[in-house]
Every structure is written in structure tokens, then in C-alpha cells.
């Protein structure tokens, strides 16, 4: 059975033909199905331009035009990878922060820094127990155990009020604010060391220390505009278990 054309109305005598012989459209529908004799709908493509070529013919976008589509999916994946790489800068940064973060609370809260801590927040408390409490365990064999170091309490609380009175009188008053500054921290010299046990009166003391270090603070304290700052020596020593203690503090 004959077709026509959708696109220029010519008759087409050739049943299988796919595309009009005249204009060369492509057939949105062929009639007389040789399976039944019905008329049976075949979309070989659905979005017929109506655009014709150099020659004449009629053609189809999609069709002449698959790059089109391809170069769409493409740019899809393009966008896709960019947004991907961005997730992945996102959670490495993350990753990064948090893996900083873990080494900045281990560097502050274990070894000789987790001391400085201890000794910072209970001076500025005046909390002198609390210092005496993680004393080297040299300076505890040395001292009267017998008062239950009612001793070395008394001199912690001397050596605060030494610093404390020198603020409440340079600031006129006594609610002030302080900040602890670093000006020196390093691990004994040799000959640092050396004079430093020798002064020691005491038959363990080698069995007990296995290094020192020193520390210098300037603490300055702020009141209503006032500022005033004192210094303080601070002498660390590493013991069994490889940990750091308080031998002594003192005002410079």
C-alpha cells in the first residue's frame, strides 16, 4: 500500500521505505504491516525539523545532531567531577583540621606542656595545694613528712603572694586579669644540669630525675586600663615513668 509524505505530501509507492523519495523526510508512520494488514505505528523519530540539506533532503536533528547530546553528557560529567573533586578538597581540609587539632590537644595536654598548663591555671587561681600537689617526688623525700607537707604549702602560698601583692599594689586593686607568656623554655645544658644535681642534698636523686628543664614566664596582669608584669622561673625535672613535675617556682 502506497504512503505519503507528512512533510510534502508526495505519494510513495515503496512500502518499506523509511524516508520520503521526494524530500527525503524521515516516515513517522508506516501503513499496511505486513504481519496483520493493520495500520501499525512506527516512530522512527519522533522530532521531524522539517530541515533539509544542501541537496534537498529533509533531515532529522536528533538525528544529524547526536553530538549535541553527547557534548550535553559530557559537560554533565564535567560538572559532576568538578563538584566530586570539591567534596573531596572539602573532607581532606576537614580531615586535615581535625587531624590538627587532635596533635594540638596532644602537644598542650601530655608531656611537659600538660605541666605548664597545671601550673598556669592553679597560680592564677592561687590554688598553692594544687601546684604543691604535683611536686617532684625529690622535693617530697626531702620534707617533713610528718606535718603532712604543711611545709611546702606554706611556701608555695609565700612565693604567690609574693607575686599577687606586687600586682594588688602596682594596680590598686585585686580582680585583675593574667596572661602567662613564655619568654624561655629549653632543657638544661650539661653543665646546667650538673649544677643543678649537685645542689641536690639527696642519695636517690639520680634514680629519680632523668632531665630538667627550664622555664621563664612574665606574667602581666591587667586592671581597668593598669599593667604591671613580674617574671618567674619555673624548673621542671622528668622522673620515673617519664613524667614532668614541679621542683620548684620562683619570682625572678
Not at 632531665?211 to 622561673?233: F, P
Amino acid at each position: 500500500m502506497a504512503k505519503f509524505c507528512g512533510a510534502c505530501g508526495t505519494r510513495n509507492d515503496d512500502d518499506n521505505a523509511v524516508r520520503c523519495s521526494n524530500c527525503g523526510a524521515f516516515f513517522t508512520t508506516v501503513t499496511n504491516s505486513p504481519n496483520n494488514g493493520n495500520s501499525e505505528e512506527i516512530n522512527f523519530f519522533s522530532d521531524y525539523s522539517g530541515n533539509t540539506n544542501n541537496n534537498g533532503y529533509g533531515y532529522n536533528n536528533s538525528a544529524a545532531n547526536q553530538q549535541v547530546n553527547y557534548q550535553y553528557i559530557q559537560g554533565a560529567d564535567k560538572n559532576n567531577n568538578a563538584v566530586g573533586k570539591i567534596v573531596k578538597i572539602i573532607i581532606s581540609l576537614l580531615l586535615a583540621a581535625v587531624l590538627l587539632l587532635g596533635c594540638t590537644v596532644i602537644y598542650e595536654y601530655t608531656g611537659y606542656r600538660a605541666v605548664l598548663n597545671y601550673f598556669e591555671r592553679y597560680f592564677d587561681d592561687y590554688d598553692y595545694r594544687k601546684i604543691v600537689n604535683n611536686y617532684s617526688m625529690v622535693v617530697f623525700e626531702t620534707s617533713n613528712p610528718e606535718n603532712n607537707y604543711a611545709e611546702l604549702d606554706q611556701e608555695a602560698r609565700d612565693k604567690l603572694e609574693e607575686v599577687f601583692g606586687y600586682f594588688d599594689e602596682e594596680l590598686g586593686g585585686k580582680n585583675y586579669d593574667m596572661k602567662f607568656k613564655i619568654v624561655d623554655n629549653h632543657i638544661m645544658s650539661d653543665d646546667e644540669y650538673n649544677d643543678f644535681m649537685n645542689d641536690l642534698d639527696y642519695d636517690r636523686k639520680s634514680e629519680i630525675i632523668k632531665d630538667a628543664r627550664i622555664v621563664d614566664y612574665k606574667i602581666t596582669a591587667s586592671l581597668d586600663g593598669k599593667k604591671s608584669s613580674a617574671k618567674v622561673e619555673l624548673i621542671l625535672t622528668l622522673e620515673d615513668g617519664n613524667k614532668w613535675k614541679i621542683y620548684s617556682f620562683d619570682e625572678k
